[in-house]
């Protein structure tokens, strides 16, 4: 092993410069040509406008540090969905509380869990914990219960599961989650990423509440970005209170800024914007998958406001082709190659005219 003590500069530990930094999607297109932003999940609706004016109320504060502990949020969380508010911790988006229960359970030598089209920084912060990722295959773009609990072993520590999982946007049912859960060690924290919870609408299908009210090793993690907040950054997590005392100990004093505070409290109280957002994702994305279907593309089955398109093994219609001719004309959609999926780009559903001009210019790109 390498004596840092003798380098002549500073170096990281060992492992951080082997991981793969996180690439997000593209956000521009040519000079000239109209964006469509289709590669981040964000709200085509955009924010609520109470949050839009939320966050100009705060903006003669600027100078004021804000509540460390969030606690209009929380209660405003608690009120929303029947929690209590000492349950639940707010963050700099969804990602800092994964990062934080990595940094707080993990360390050399552990193991942490996630399947093979996971979220991407799950593997980042688990090898930052210097602990092993456990990488465990999907079955038909769709987790594996039976696969997962086979991959648990005395070291294992986390289980993170995305659900629903990016980028594929399918789902595991509840009476699965259940399943899942009580084939675990009691000591594995088993942490339910349900950052697309609000999109499903499907009857057998639960983010995790009831599973943390009933548990001491179960974490539900959500966000406000794909609801029209992906700027400010705003996050939360719903556990067991001797969690929420650990989180506490380690998370930064002020980790979510005023602005977020209070835009993230007006959107909670606009319930019309999030149904709007809702319906406006189950039009669209029934019919996006219904027209590239048309156009012989593979679309996997989506409950997220997301989709994964599939294109031919041919060198002229691949993926990259495709991505390439979308761009050119302003549509930027997510390559997903990091992701296991170098034949497929995933598709944010957009506004009216993003949807439709992406079904025209990819009926136009096939009969290339």
């Not at 509840?174 to 009691?186: K, M, N, Q």
């Not at 100990?249 to 914007?273: S, W, Y």
Request: hydrophobic share 40%.
């Amino acid at each position: 092993m390498t004596d840092r003590t003798t380098d002549n500069r500073p170096r990281p530990k060992p492992g951080v410069m082997d991981i793969a930094a996180y690439v997000p999607g593209k956000s521009s297109a040519p000079e000239g040509v109209k964006l469509h932003k289709l590669s981040s999940n964000e709200n085509p609706l955009g924010p609520s406008p109470r949050s839009i004016e939320a966050a100009r109320d705060v903006a003669g504060r600027l100078d004021v540090y804000p509540d460390g502990s969030a606690t209009r949020l929380r209660e405003a969380l608690a009120k929303t969905h029947g929690l209590n508010p000492a349950n639940i911790v707010c963050s700099n988006g969804s990602d800092e509380i994964l990062g934080l229960l990595a940094q707080t359970y993990l360390q050399p030598g552990d193991e942490a869990i996630f399947t093979e089209h996971a979220f991407m920084v799950y593997k980042i912060y688990v090898l930052t914990a210097g602990a092993t990722p456990v990488i465990v295959k999907e079955k038909n773009e769709r987790a594996d219960v039976d696969a997962i609990l086979a991959a648990v072993t005395p070291k294992t520590r986390i289980l993170f599961l995305a659900n629903p999982n990016n980028p594929t946007g399918t789902y595991l049912p509840f009476d699965e989650v259940r399943r899942l859960h009580a084939g675990l060690p009691s000591n594995v924290l088993f942490v339910l990423d349900a950052a697309y919870a609000e999109y499903v609408r499907r009857n057998d299908y639960e983010a995790g509440i009831e599973l943390v009210s009933s548990s001491e090793n179960v974490v539900m993690t959500r966000t406000f970005s794909k609801l029209g907040l992906g700027g400010v950054r705003l996050g939360w997590m719903y556990a067991p209170r001797h969690i929420v005392d650990a989180i506490n100990r380690v998370r930064g004093p002020f980790n979510v800024n005023a602005t977020a505070i209070e835009a993230g409290i007006a959107a909670l109280e606009d319930r019309a914007h999030l149904e709007r957002s809702v319906e406006h994702n189950e039009r669209w994305r029934v019919w996006l998958t219904e027209k590239l279907t048309e156009l012989g593309l593979r679309v996997t089955p989506s409950v997220g406001n997301f989709i994964l398109v599939h294109f031919p093994d041919d060198e002229a219609h691949s993926a990259t082709a495709a991505d390439t001719f979308l761009t050119a004309r302003g549509y930027v959609l997510r390559a997903v190659t990091g992701y296991g999926f170098p034949k497929a780009l995933r598709m944010s559903i957009g506004t009216e005219e993003a949807n439709r001009g992406v079904v025209d210019s990819l009926a136009e790109f096939l009969k290339r």
